[in-house]
Structure formats: structure tokens, C-alpha cells
């Protein structure tokens, strides 16, 4: 799930600090919410919780997410060289040598470690001990998705979502809160949507024929599976997030659950996504987040609908 746009596939290389900022795909660290989707539902219920703990938490998985970018490139660079987008990555457009690289990447890694050490005096041994779990489980499915997972369909997809699930877990566990089914079945469902629309994406704005040499599993992916495979995914997501609408109802309700009223920017957020990547406008969903106005507009109306009703319109627990 990268960065990108047409636009970069004219560009020269970037050379210099904007080549490791490049690199360390900084703009990614956005996938970051998601450690902090927990803590935010959870004081929103009331709950005690210790941002600078759960801040440590959001640097350190962002290191790790660098780190793990880094290596990644290195080993793509071959097929990176063959994606209209891709080959300008730093190391498949020679901006950065691989020892260079590697030195980079091993940086991240330790500036993770240490976010990860400095937890233990914030949040407790036994909050920071299962983020530090999270991050280490997150590092090595990234690292098994990049030697062995990739190669397969559904698993490669599969091995994705895991990653966010794992940024989940290790947020809530930093803020010392027990993060909920429906939060996990949530997250699950939308990442793996993201990941198979990619995969459509690409086969929208590439030669069927060429997909395969950027992406080796697209040998056996195809149209069909994908796009039932995005439609699932995205009906999962919907229903999983009404189901948690629903099950919150004593919370919201005045007059009716007004938390329902954030299920209308969701799903047009969701399906304006399955149009545009369906059209070949975009090969990576999570592009449509900085390029794309209405899809922009349904994201800031959640977000400012679900805080509005969660923050004002909570009922207060007895």
C-alpha cells in the first residue's frame, strides 16, 4: 500500500534527503491511526488513558513500518523497476545504494527500540511488554510477507491485515485498554479491502500482461476474484461497523442511535473507493486519502461526526 501518483512516474529520481524521506515512506506513517483508534474509542468512553504512552506506541510502529519499507525495497527492486510508478522508488532508481539503504533501515529499527524502551517508564512493564510484543509480531509478519506470503494469493492479503490488527492491539495495549471484537473484526475486514482493491487498481492502470512482473502473485489473481473479492471485504467492513453501531445503541440513543448517522460517510466513502479503483483512476485506494476531494469530504465527516456524537451525545454510565 504505497504513496504515489501518476504524476511520479515522469519524475527524475529524488536524490538527497528527499530520497530517504522517500524511502522511509514518512506519508505511510498515516497507517499510524490505527494504533490510536483504541485509546481514542476508549476515552471516549470514559476510560483513563496515557497519551504519551500510546504517542510512544504510534513512533514506534512507525519506525518499524520504515524499517521494514526499506528492506522490503531492497528486495523488490528488480520488479519495482518494471512498475510505471514504482521504479521511482529511491533504490529500484539507483537515488540510494543498498548498503546505504541497509544502514537506513537498520537506523529505523533501532529509533523503534528505543520508543519501544522508553514505554516501559510510561505505561508499566506489563502495557509496554505486549506493545513491544505487537511491534516484534508486527516486524516479523511484514519480514514472512516479504520472503513468503507475497508469492501467495489470499495470504499475501491476509498477512497485510494482520499488520494492522497488530497496530490495534499494540495501541490498546499502551493505553492499558482491552480492545473489543467488533474493533478487530473491523479493522481486519477494511484492511484486507484496501489490499485486494490495490490489486484491482493495478491491473486497471497496468497491462494485464505486465502486472505480473510488479507483482508476481498476479499470475494468479484475476479480475473476477478480485472484484468478488473486494465486494466481500467491503460488505464485511459495513456490516461489521453497523454491528458495532448497533451493539452501542444504550450509549447514543436520543430519540434514535445517533452514532447511525457516521454509517452514511462510511459507506459512501467505501463504494465511491470500489468505483474509482474499478475505473483504473487510482491503483492504490489509499491514494484516494490525498488525492481525491470527495472522498476526502466523506473522511472528514465521519471523523467529525463520530466525534460530535461520541464526545457530546455519549450517555453518562452509571
Given at each position: 500500500?504505497?504513496?504515489?501518483?501518476?504524476?511520479?512516474?515522469?519524475?527524475p529520481p529524488r536524490?538527497?534527503?528527499?530520497?530517504?524521506?522517500?524511502?522511509?515512506?514518512?506519508?505511510?506513517?498515516?497507517?499510524?491511526?490505527?494504533?490510536?483508534?483504541?485509546?481514542?474509542?476508549?476515552?471516549?468512553?470514559?476510560?483513563?488513558?496515557?497519551?504519551?504512552?500510546?504517542?510512544?506506541?504510534?513512533?514506534?510502529?512507525?519506525?518499524?513500518?520504515?524499517?521494514?519499507?526499506?528492506?522490503?525495497?531492497?528486495?523488490?527492486?528488480?520488479?519495482?523497476?518494471?512498475?510505471?510508478?514504482?521504479?521511482?522508488?529511491?533504490?529500484?532508481?539507483?537515488?540510494?545504494?543498498?548498503?546505504?539503504?541497509?544502514?537506513?533501515?537498520?537506523?529505523?529499527?533501532?529509533?523503534?527500540?528505543?520508543?519501544?524502551?522508553?514505554?516501559?517508564?510510561?505505561?508499566?512493564?506489563?502495557?509496554?511488554?505486549?506493545?513491544?510484543?505487537?511491534?516484534?509480531?508486527?516486524?516479523?509478519?511484514?519480514?514472512?510477507?516479504?520472503?513468503?506470503?507475497?508469492?501467495?494469493?489470499?495470504?499475501?492479503?491476509?498477512?497485510?491485515?494482520?499488520?494492522?490488527?497488530?497496530?490495534?492491539?499494540?495501541?490498546?495495549?499502551?493505553?492499558?485498554?482491552?480492545?473489543?471484537?467488533?474493533?478487530l473484526n473491523c479493522?481486519?475486514?477494511?484492511?484486507?479491502?484496501?489490499?485486494?482493491?490495490?490489486?484491482?487498481?493495478?491491473?486497471?492502470?497496468?497491462?494485464?500482461?505486465?502486472?505480473?512482473?510488479?507483482?508476481?502473485?498476479?499470475?494468479?489473481?484475476?479480475?473476477?476474484?478480485?472484484?468478488?473479492?473486494?465486494?466481500?471485504?467491503?460488505?464485511?467492513?459495513?456490516?461489521?461497523?453497523?454491528?458495532?453501531?448497533?451493539?452501542?445503541?444504550?450509549?447514543?440513543?436520543?430519540?434514535?442511535?445517533?452514532?447511525?448517522?457516521?454509517?452514511?460517510?462510511?459507506?459512501?466513502?467505501?463504494?465511491?473507493?470500489?468505483?474509482?479503483?474499478?475505473?483504473?483512476?487510482?491503483?492504490?485506494?489509499?491514494?484516494?486519502?490525498?488525492?481525491?476531494?470527495?472522498?476526502?469530504?466523506?473522511?472528514?465527516?465521519?471523523?467529525?461526526?463520530?466525534?460530535?456524537?461520541?464526545?457530546?451525545?455519549?450517555?453518562?454510565?452509571?
Amino acid at each position: 500500500m504505497d504513496e504515489a501518483s501518476a504524476h511520479d512516474t515522469q519524475a527524475p529520481p529524488r536524490r538527497g534527503l528527499r530520497a530517504f524521506i522517500k524511502l522511509a515512506r514518512l506519508h505511510q506513517w498515516g497507517k499510524g491511526v490505527f494504533v490510536l483508534v483504541g485509546p481514542v474509542y476508549g476515552t471516549a468512553a470514559g476510560q483513563s488513558i496515557e497519551w504519551l504512552a500510546v504517542g510512544l506506541a504510534f513512533f514506534a510502529f512507525g519506525f518499524a513500518s520504515s524499517g521494514c519499507y526499506v528492506f522490503n525495497d531492497i528486495s523488490d527492486a528488480e520488479s519495482d523497476r518494471h512498475h510505471p510508478r514504482k521504479r521511482r522508488r529511491p533504490i529500484a532508481s539507483g537515488a540510494i545504494s543498498v548498503p546505504v539503504a541497509r544502514l537506513f533501515g537498520a537506523a529505523m529499527f533501532l529509533s523503534s527500540v528505543a520508543c519501544l524502551a522508553a514505554l516501559f517508564g510510561v505505561a508499566g512493564e506489563g502495557g509496554a511488554l505486549w506493545t513491544a510484543l505487537a511491534a516484534i509480531g508486527y516486524t516479523l509478519n511484514v519480514s514472512a510477507y516479504t520472503h513468503l506470503f507475497k508469492h501467495h494469493i489470499i495470504a499475501d492479503v491476509v498477512s497485510l491485515a494482520i499488520g494492522f490488527v497488530l497496530r490495534v492491539l499494540g495501541g490498546c495495549a499502551a493505553a492499558g485498554i482491552e480492545p473489543s471484537t467488533w474493533l478487530l473484526n473491523c479493522t481486519l475486514f477494511v484492511s484486507m479491502f484496501l489490499a485486494f482493491a490495490k490489486r484491482l487498481g493495478e491491473r486497471r492502470t497496468m497491462d494485464p500482461g505486465e502486472a505480473h512482473k510488479a507483482r508476481g502473485v498476479q499470475l494468479v489473481y484475476t479480475d473476477d476474484l478480485l472484484r468478488m473479492a473486494v465486494v466481500v471485504t467491503g460488505v464485511a467492513s459495513l456490516l461489521t461497523y453497523a454491528g458495532y453501531v448497533q451493539a452501542q445503541a444504550q450509549w447514543y440513543t436520543h430519540g434514535f442511535n445517533l452514532l447511525w448517522v457516521t454509517i452514511l460517510p462510511a459507506t459512501y466513502a467505501l463504494l465511491r473507493c470500489i468505483v474509482l479503483v474499478e475505473r483504473g483512476d487510482y491503483d492504490d485506494p489509499t491514494e484516494l486519502a490525498t488525492r481525491d476531494r470527495a472522498f476526502q469530504v466523506a473522511g472528514v465527516a465521519f471523523v467529525a461526526l463520530t466525534a460530535v456524537v461520541v464526545l457530546w451525545w455519549r450517555v453518562p454510565s452509571t
